[in-house]
């Protein structure tokens, strides 16, 4: 896999291709690819402490609004992707991840996708606004966020 395809995510995660990740049209299912993005995109918040500890979640924590995947290459067993994920823009109460999935058998993207959150008080559902301290271990962890080139 060539290292500039991933390059510029500060959070990556490897995972095998599971023989089960396939479905009846010969290649790995799209329902995997989220799986996969989902796995990155806990890791974050949990590098950037938004997410929740305890369940049923209390206080202000993180909710998926909006997922879309673009699916570039197909994929077989057996392989091994690596999923990057950085912030790509910040609101006032949502920021945007954008994921990216590459195969290490063909050292090619295989999808890319991008993911809404929303900040939320668990106690009463509504949005707020991303505390300060969110914002400050984004940008520790992610530069991306704050440059317009992505």
Not at 8 to 24: A, C, K, Q, R
Not at 25 to 51: D, M
Not at 107 to 128: F, L, P, Q
């Amino acid at each position: 896999m060539a290292p500039d395809l991933i390059s510029g995510f500060p959070v990556t995660v490897e995972i095998p291709v599971l023989w089960s990740d396939e479905d009846s049209f010969a290649h790995v299912n799209n329902v995997a690819y989220l799986r996969w993005i989902e796995e990155s995109r806990v890791q974050y918040l949990q590098r950037i402490a938004l997410l929740p500890s305890q369940t049923p979640p209390r206080g202000i924590g993180p909710i998926v609004v909006n997922v879309a995947c673009h699916y570039r290459l197909p994929l077989n067993y057996p392989d091994t992707v690596v999923i990057g994920t950085r912030v790509v823009r910040i609101g006032n109460s949502s920021f945007q991840m954008e994921h990216r999935i590459v195969s290490r058998a063909a050292g090619k993207v295989v999808a890319e996708a991008e993911t809404t959150i929303v900040a939320i008080d668990y106690g009463t559902g509504a949005s707020v606004r991303i505390p300060d301290s969110i914002r400050e271990n984004i940008a520790r962890l992610d530069l991306s966020a704050f440059n317009s080139g992505h």
